[in-house]
């Protein structure tokens, strides 16, 4: 017993029995200190977090639908062809997203998104557990709604620590308060980053697999929704095996949450991927045109994000056919014999090599680096618009990024020659005119030296022959350089380079006559568009464009193609007079082959080959009534393709394929003969006016048979044209006025006339008809011929045999036999 000392009876006992254990005194200390401290961890936790949720509160909820979508475009007919993009994006509805996607989704990324407030806490400690067990991070728990707060906000996504982690937290109640769950899910499949580039369901569906989301079934779904930990390290077609090892476990988590059954999955495991081929980069000329023009009409921010439609001139059947056809011609001529260059696959092999141990060897960067192998260009144009509906700039984009069609600048060669005749014709001459075709001095024009006679390279054959006197047709058709120069020279150079510039052809031209043999570097573009003056009746359009109008995302027009001017260089006759020549080179002059041997299906188009000298540039450029399309090949550092390299088989089967890609859309018309010209008749042998001696004697089908041609054709002229010399050739009777030996008289026994003074003597021919006014009783103006030939609706009259009716008498007629040959004795 103790005592207590009391205030006023002294000491006073105190009962042991009734003080409190000390574990239960310890115990409630205990719980006081925790009390305590849990309050102040609740005051410090509430210290903390409540600047973060209030911080969370001032991001704008409407960032969520913002997304950057790109600008497409289109080619003339509606067909996507590219895209202006930050991000590669197709925005989707979720009911068109297949449920067993949304199951994959789920199954790996939030198997409890349909339960959770936007935090998943049983997640967060099962996370919590696993990574201590691990002694290092191995699974997180962010909810599909708090990735697709981060998604949303750049500053949550760039700084990665625990603050922007408690940030987005809140951020996702704030959305799972403001938003339902599917609406989530959309805005989440929507915006997510698949790889490769692909961002959203849809374009990763489209790029990975060539179909739409909604086309997708399970094991392309697991694919797809196994890249979201990792999207660049997991792609498909860049680790495969990674991106199935990926798609497996989201097929297991499928498993496992009663998803797909037992017998499917070793099914679902054992299948391979299979991915759509790549079709990007396939018009990257074109859509790198079309980025800048876009750009530079409405800025780059709204190009690559704001969701416009831009619609262009591009005919997309006319582009992959000159891709594929430059691609796979220009492979054929390096595997030519001649050919001595580095070829396409070799600088692609040696792209892939690896780097060398030295890095200081600079030249195998700069082999890896700088294409030299062989280049081509391709550009099509309407004739009236100046609307590109092809346009190629080279044979790989991403190894080169030249425009070859608009910034390279070559000697136009053989190719230059119809403007030489298109002045001509707009003089005093017509293609009836006569040439002299025969050797000329070299020191005239100076093309490849100055000694010797001129090479005739522009006959795209190796063969060379000179065919003396021959019509301005004729030498067009043929592509003669002598003859050229010649007519050149006769109505001057400044004339011919006045109606190129007129034309289209801004670059500088060469003040010396070799220009008249396209000695003069330009462009693609410039010739395309110079040519369209032969099918637009001499007139060619102001500008060329790519872009016929831009939509933005709300469906108004923000911007379309003014109506293109067009500008006069020749009068509409010459042009009609150069076109029937061109026409002319596809039938049966230097580019006969585009019919028999490449298949032309266009009767009406015409063109032109073009080679310069030592076979360093090909051209071949052609029309139709509706579009001009011009071809060219070589190297970007000018060299010998290799000896002989004519254009007629390398860039002329490309014209064809192209020309033919496009007939359906652009089908031609026949040329119509414009006013003030009319048709003459010209004799082949003299090229004068024909008259009805205009004849030929030719071999027969049969073995000794002969038969009768006229030799003549048809020809335009002006009508104020003084031309009016007839045919002498024909017309001369010099066989006959000519002394001959008569058959079976001697000569010795006929004395010689005096009227006939020498074997040489020619008859006195009239330049000019001898009867002149209205009437022509005699016919000397216009000739009756003394045969024509018969058309499908003459009848022709054909004798009948003799037979008692017809006699009208009942005598029978009597037969009498077919004499014999009377035999003619051969005279020398």
Not at 60 to 68: H, P, Q
Not at 183 to 207: D, M, P
Not at 241 to 254: E, I, Q, T
Not at 677 to 706: F, N, V
Request: glycine share 8%.
């Amino acid at each position: 017993m103790l005592f207590k000392r009391g205030s006023s009876d002294g000491i006073r006992p105190v009962n042991l029995s009734t003080r409190r254990p000390f574990w239960k005194r310890f115990l409630g200390l205990l719980c006081a200190v925790s009390c305590v401290v849990g309050l102040a961890a609740l005051i410090t936790l509430y210290l903390f977090m409540q600047p973060r949720r209030d911080q969370s509160e001032t991001f704008d909820l409407n960032a969520i639908g913002k997304l950057e979508i790109p600008s497409r475009i289109y080619d003339r007919n509606g067909v996507e062809i590219g895209q202006i993009k930050i991000e590669d994006r197709r925005p989707i509805k979720l009911e068109k997203v297949p449920y067993h996607f949304i199951q994959a989704l789920t199954a790996v990324e939030d198997s409890r998104f349909f339960q959770h407030d936007g935090i998943d806490y049983i997640g967060i400690i099962r996370a919590a557990i696993l990574n201590f067990k691990a002694q290092r991070v191995t699974q997180g728990a962010s909810t599909i709604t708090q990735q697709l707060a981060k998604q949303c906000y750049p500053e949550l996504k760039k700084n990665r620590n625990l603050d922007t982690k408690i940030i987005e937290a809140f951020l996702a109640q704030r959305l799972e308060k403001d938003f339902t769950k599917p609406e989530i899910l959309e805005h989440y499949l929507n915006r997510i980053f698949f790889g490769s580039g692909y961002f959203g369901i849809e374009s990763a569906a489209r790029g990975y697999f060539g179909k739409s989301a909604g086309q997708l079934d399970v094991i392309e779904s697991a694919t797809i929704c196994g890249l979201i930990k990792s999207p660049s390290r997991l792609s498909p077609r860049t680790n495969p095996d990674g991106s199935r090892k990926a798609r497996n476990h989201v097929l297991r988590r499928m498993h496992a949450e009663g998803m797909i059954s037992n017998r499917e999955l070793p099914v679902y495991l054992k299948t391979p991927i299979t991915l759509t081929n790549s079709k990007r980069h396939q018009n990257s000329y074109v859509q790198e045109m079309i980025r800048l023009q876009v750009i530079d009409q409405i800025g780059f921010a709204s190009a690559g994000g704001g969701g416009f439609k831009i619609y262009t001139t591009i005919d997309n059947a006319a582009q992959q056919a000159a891709r594929q056809s430059l691609l796979r011609n220009l492979s054929k001529v390096e595997k030519h014999p001649g050919y001595k260059h580095p070829t396409y696959s070799q600088y692609r092999e040696k792209k892939a090599l690896p780097d060398p141990v030295d890095k200081n060897d600079r030249s195998f960067e700069t082999a890896k680096r700088v294409p030299d192998y062989l280049q081509g260009a391709v550009l099509m144009i309407e004739n009236k618009t100046g609307g590109i509906i092809a346009m190629l700039g080279g044979r790989n984009f991403g190894e080169s990024q030249l425009n070859r069609a608009f910034q390279s600048r070559r000697p136009a060669g053989t190719a230059f020659k119809p403007f030489v005749y298109a002045a001509a014709y707009s003089e005093n001459y017509f293609p009836g005119s006569m040439i002299k075709d025969a050797p000329i001095d070299n020191r005239i024009v100076a093309i490849g030296g100055i000694t010797g006679i001129l090479g005739e390279w522009g006959g795209e054959s190796a063969v060379v022959n000179y065919l003396g006197d021959i019509s301005a047709r004729e030498a067009l058709v043929h592509s003669k350089n002598a003859a050229t120069v010649r007519i050149g020279k006769r109505i001057g150079r400044q004339k011919v380079t006045k109606i190129a510039k007129k034309a289209g052809i801004n670059s500088p031209m060469d003040e010396y006559d070799k220009t008249l043999l396209g000695s003069s570097p330009i462009s693609l573009e410039e010739f395309c568009r110079a040519f369209t003056i032969f099918p637009n009746a001499g007139k060619s359009p102001d500008t060329l464009h790519i872009i016929s109008s831009i939509v933005d995302a709300r469906g108004t027009t923000i911007f379309s193609e003014p109506l293109t001017g067009i500008s006069e260089a020749i009068d509409p006759i010459a042009a009609y007079q150069v076109n029937s020549c061109l026409q002319e080179v596809l039938y049966r002059g230097t580019g006969k082959n585009s019919y028999a041997k490449y298949g032309l299906r266009d009767k009406n188009a015409a063109g032109k080959t073009g080679t310069t000298h030592n076979f360093t540039d090909l051209w071949f450029i052609g029309y139709n009534s509706e579009v001009t399309c011009g071809v060219w090949t070589g190297f970007d550092y000018p060299k010998t393709i290799y000896r002989g390299a004519f254009s007629n088989s390398i860039t002329l089967p490309v014209w064809v394929d192209v020309m033919n890609a496009s007939y359906d859309s652009f089908p031609s018309k026949p040329f119509p003969v414009p006013e003030g010209c009319h048709m003459i008749e010209i004799c082949r042998k003299s090229g004068h006016l024909a008259t009805d001696s205009c004849y030929e004697e030719l071999p027969g089908a049969e073995q000794g048979a002969r038969r009768i041609q006229r030799c003549t054709y048809k020809e335009v002229i002006r009508k104020k044209n003084n031309f009016h010399l007839y045919c002498q050739f024909h017309s001369t009777d010099r066989e006959r006025i000519q002394h001959r030996p008569i058959p079976g008289i001697s000569t010795t026994t006929v004395p010689p006339s005096p009227l006939l003074a020498s074997r040489s003597s020619e008859a006195i021919l009239l330049l000019s008809p001898t009867v002149v006014g209205n009437a022509d009783p005699y016919s000397s103006q216009q000739p009756v011929l003394r045969a024509r030939a018969a058309g499908p609706t003459d009848e022709i009259r054909r004798a009948t045999p003799v037979n008692p009716v017809t006699l009208d008498r009942e005598e029978t007629p009597i037969p009498i036999p077919r004499p014999k040959p009377i035999a003619i004795p051969i005279i020398d």
